[in-house]
T-cell receptor, first 113, second 115 residues
Framework: AQSVAQPEDQVNVAEGNPLTVKCTYS??????LFWYVQYPNRGLQFLLK??????LVKGSYGFEAEFNKSQTSFHLKKPSALVSDSALYFC???????????FGKGNQVVVIP | DVKVTQSSRYLVKRTGEKVFLECVQD?????MFWYRQDPGLGLRLIYF???????EKGDIPEGYSVSREKKERFSLILESASTNQTSMYLC??????????????FGPGTRLTVL
């Protein structure tokens, strides 16, 4: 079985401050990890993914995520948040050879001007 | 860029109606998916297709069926719509697992209201 936990329903951060959105996962074998962002009334947009290699992955819009195997985590980070980063963020995981993704419940990020 | 399109952004139907949601992708992807998204529940997989005429049940298939007659098109069918099927429906596509890049790409979603 594969699953993702996003422990916080909402993350509030002041504009210009660092942003962190937490994700922990459970999967058999090596994980493939993904972050998606959803703006209001829109579909999900792909941000970044970890497949193998460097634990620090860089993605779109200045976001990055760090894979930590010992803590089974894949937290999303951005050094300086923008008001336009306010959106719903989803973490997802699958194992090698599995076509299905398991999604977390999502984190609402609110960046306060 | 990958493009996944869905036939309607907003749809209002009555209880008992048969509802068709259409999804088309233009990247020759093998896999196509239908999810529903509800607040606090995240995305839940309804059905998945890994090839033409092939389908696999997801986590919540009850009350739904699917059709994939052509590689680029994947339809979700609500045989008899009920109010508890009011939701946001998202379609996605990807290459087969193991074929890079196999990221799932999503359409804009259809917000369905069943009265």
């Amino acid at each position: 079985a594969q699953s993702v936990a996003q422990p916080e329903d909402q993350v509030n951060v002041a504009e210009g401050n660092p942003l962190t959105v937490k994700c922990t996962y459970s999967v058999s074998g090596n994980p493939y990890l993904f972050w998606y962002v959803q703006y209001p009334n829109r579909g999900l947009q792909f941000l970044l993914k970890y497949i193998t290699g460097d634990n620090l992955v860089k993605g779109s819009y200045g976001f990055e995520a760090e894979f930590n195997k010992s803590q089974t985590s894949f937290h999303l980070k951005k050094p300086s948040a923008l008001v336009s980063d306010s959106a719903l963020y989803f973490c997802a995981v699958r194992s090698y050879g599995n076509n299905r993704l398991a999604f977390g419940k999502g984190n609402q990020v609110v960046v306060i001007p | 860029d990958v493009k996944v399109t869905q036939s309607s952004r907003y749809l209002v139907k009555r209880t008992g109606e048969k509802v068709f949601l259409e999804c088309v992708q233009d990247m020759d992807h093998e896999n196509m998916f239908w999810y529903r998204q509800d607040p606090g529940l995240g995305l839940r997989l309804i059905y998945f297709s890994y090839d033409v005429k092939m389908k696999e049940k997801g986590d919540i298939p009850e009350g739904y069926s699917v059709s994939r007659e052509k590689k680029e098109r994947f339809s979700l069918i609500l045989e008899s719509a009920s109010t508890n099927q009011t939701s946001m429906y998202l379609c996605a596509s990807s290459r087969r697992s193991g074929q890079a890049p196999d990221t799932q790409y999503f359409g804009p979603g259809t917000r369905l209201t069943v009265l």
